[in-house]
């Protein structure tokens, strides 16, 4: 049998999703939050509201011009946008191929992470709440939020599995001096889906003054959707800068590394209608989509790493940050209707990777989007022709990689 | 009742809600117990005690990697459990070869479900003997595909109704319930406390005047004085971390025993 995906759509989930017509790809989901056949709410009775409630408040806030315009402030005068779009000719040459950085590694806080949380966090401001739970893993979207917490004076709670604030200490320490409590998630593999299941158990029990800001585009509906529209602003100047580089022309391909997916489903989203071939990286030990299989957990119907029964598997890599056993439904999606393709990179050529752009370009990348990176460097000249122009989301900065990525060299 | 008619009567399509319907029309208060399957070697034993102590069904937790409804005392049992092995398999095999009495249910997590296939997993319940079907993080409206098929067997599917469900939405799921309503005790996942909160009876006063089905309230109904609190306004109780603490603690199945025993007691005299 071709098990639940496969059969007759329910009465009730046929009666929520027909809002009339297909969506348009990368516009908004279905009634019921899907993405085609992922997504959904998949979330206890106690959070149905809650996530009805923050639906509706984005909803109104996005149509907001008065919204836009003080996010868009904050993003220009706080969080540093636009990045820039950055040539680089020493890397191009030796790889035969014309590679552009979208650079969201020189923003404040450094990834790309910050432009999530400045709008979730006036967003929940906006619906009166004056406190965020978030979940980490490296510790980069935790930090990225407690200092939107900071920003706003708000109180700060971050979730983050023990064995992660052993291995990120000076993140765990930065949070805390940006004013968040820090709590050792210690249930289950004590990594970033447990902080997930934490911070959902948290706002349970606090939905009333508090607001959960998830870090990526997963977890329940709308936040696949609105965490997807927060990070639009990467794609959306993306094009126009490629545009005014390239004479008018659109890159050939686009590539961004996916651990949730946030900084790709952003990227992807101002490209999803050109000709450009869109490519998401995955960490090999935490492929969802290229070794995982459909699932339903932390709130969202999409490919997951399971075992045979459904016990979710962890995943391992050299970058904590793409250690997410899941993806966001709309990359599931869009692999599903042909518009994406998913592919991994493993952690060796992610470290050469790591090197050749600190050497030929001085620029240190995050380890995450070195997996972009080493995918197009193993591509390049091959499946991606000579001469081709391929822009790469640079989605943070290397810095708090840097010790590690010594101790792995010696 | 003789025995073996009650076991067979506990099996078959429907027991849940005729069991726990005679129970409230016979004027007497419900009692539902929660056991983690495989949580331990005796965790069967558990059950049997469980059952021969006064619970009038029991719900078996089948453990998941994520379980995002529940607290420390649960989230520990189902680590014991899949250290153990234990699978929805193996948890469906004892339950088939078991003799309980009572009405059972599995909770669990709906990616165990989603799996399976709705229609082998529903087919699984049947074969063990179970009867019911509680998956917290289904809610009324992704239930859809699982509820035809669960429907279409015979397995009785319960919803769940949190504090702040509004009353609207609280009417349909009841309407959905089948055998019994399970109310919210508190926003919050499950686990012990030490007072009952305020919304544990809130909930179950609101819930009866909206069905008939039985109204149970569980989620932080920790010990005899709270369960006969919320018997005032529901028709029954369900506790889970209090009993698996026992357990966890090491007491095995005697002491789950009385201290159901004591929840009957607390309840019976409501
Ligand atoms: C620099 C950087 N890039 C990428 C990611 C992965 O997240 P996402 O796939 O949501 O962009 C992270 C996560 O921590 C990160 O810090």
């Known amino acids: ?410 | 009742m003789s025995a073996p008619l009650a076991r067979t009567d506990a099996r078959i399509p429907g027991a849940l809600e005729k069991r726990l319907r005679a129970r409230r029309d016979d004027g007497g208060k419900i009692l539902i117990a929660y056991v983690t399957g495989g949580m331990g070697d005796d965790w069967l034993d558990a059950v049997r005690a469980v059952a021969d102590a006064g619970a009038d069904a029991i719900e078996i937790g089948i453990p998941f990697s994520d379980p995002v409804m529940d607290g420390p005392t649960v989230q520990e049992a189902s680590v014991r459990a899949l250290r153990r092995g234990t699978t929805p398999a193996s948890i469906f095999a004892a339950l088939a070869a078991a003799e309980v009495g009572v009405p059972l249910a599995v909770m669990t997590y709906y990616n165990l479900v989603f799996r399976a296939g709705h229609r082998r997993f529903a087919r699984a319940l049947v074969d063990a003997g179970v009867v019911g079907a509680i998956v917290p993080d289904l809610p009324l409206e992704e239930a859809g595909g699982w509820s035809e098929e669960a429907d279409a067997v015979g397995v009785e599917t319960v919803f769940l109704v949190a504090p702040s469900t509004p009353d609207e939405r609280a009417r349909r799921i009841c309407a959905r319930s089948r055998g019994f309503v399970y109310g919210i005790g508190l926003m919050g996942v499950t686990g012990e406390r030490a007072e009952l909160a305020s919304t544990a009876r809130e909930v179950a006063g609101r819930l009866r005047p909206m069905t008939d089905t039985p109204v149970c309230i569980g989620i932080g109904v920790s010990n005899p004085a709270q369960a006969a609190e919320v018997c005032t306004e529901a028709d029954g109780v369900i506790v889970g971390s209090a009993l698996v603490r026992k357990l966890l603690d090491g007491g095995g199945p005697d002491a789950a025993a009385d201290f159901v025993a004591d929840l009957r007691a607390g309840i019976d005299a409501v």
């Open chain 1, 1 to 410: 049998m071709s098990g639940p995906a496969g059969e007759e759509p329910s009465a009730a989930a046929g009666a929520a999703g027909a809002t009339g017509g297909e969506p348009s790809v990368m516009g908004e989901p279905s009634a019921a939050g899907r993405f085609g056949d992922f997504g959904g709410r998949f979330v206890p009775e106690s959070l149905v509201l809650a996530c009805e409630e923050l639906e509706e408040a984005f909803r109104s806030a996005w149509a907001d011009p008065e919204f836009h315009r003080e996010l868009d402030d904050i993003l220009r005068d706080y969080a540093g946008r636009p990045t820039p779009v950055t040539e680089c000719p020493r890397l191009s040459e030796r790889l035969g191929i014309r590679i552009l950085l979208k650079r969201e590694d020189l923003t404040h806080t450094g990834s790309h992470k910050i432009n999530n949380v400045m709008g979730q966090a006036l967003l929940a401001r906006r619906m009166g709440k004056g406190r965020l739970i978030a979940e980490t893993g490296a510790g980069q979207h935790g930090v990225a939020t407690a200092t939107a917490a900071a920003y706003f004076g708000m109180e700060c709670v971050v979730y983050m599995g023990a064995v992660d604030t052993e291995r990120q200490e000076l993140n765990v320490f930065r949070m805390e001096l940006l004013g968040a409590e820090v709590i050792p998630v210690h249930s289950g593999s004590r990594t970033l889906k447990d902080a997930v299941n934490e911070a959902l158990r948290a706002w349970v029990a606090r939905v009333g003054d508090s607001h959960y800001c998830l870090g990526s585009v997963m977890g329940p509906h709308p936040y696949p959707w609105m965490v997807r529209e927060l990070q639009r602003v990467v794609g959306t100047e993306a094009r126009a800068q490629c545009r005014a580089i390239l004479g008018g022309a659109d890159p050939d391909w686009v590539v961004a590394c996916v651990g949730g997916g946030s900084n790709a489903a952003g990227t992807f989203s101002g490209f999803v209608d050109t000709d450009a071939i869109l490519v998401g990286v995955e960490a090999a030990g935490g492929a969802a989509m290229s070794h995982g299989v459909p699932g339903v957990v932390h709130g969202m119907m999409s490919y997951l790493l399971q075992d045979e029964v459904g016990q979710i598997n962890e995943a391992h890599s050299i970058s904590a940050g793409l250690d997410y056993p899941g993806l966001g439904p709309e990359h599931a999606h869009l692999s599903a209707i042909g518009r994406a393709r998913y592919a991994t990179a493993d952690d060796e050529e992610v470290l050469r990777a790591f090197k050749l752009l600190s050497e030929t370009e001085g620029i240190i990348p995050a380890l995450e989007p070195a997996h972009a990176l080493a995918w197009v460097v193993r591509h390049a000249g091959n499946e991606i022709p000579l001469g081709s122009t391929v822009m790469i989301t640079m989605s943070g900065r290397g810095d708090k990689d840097v010790a590690q990525v010594r101790e792995l060299l010696t």
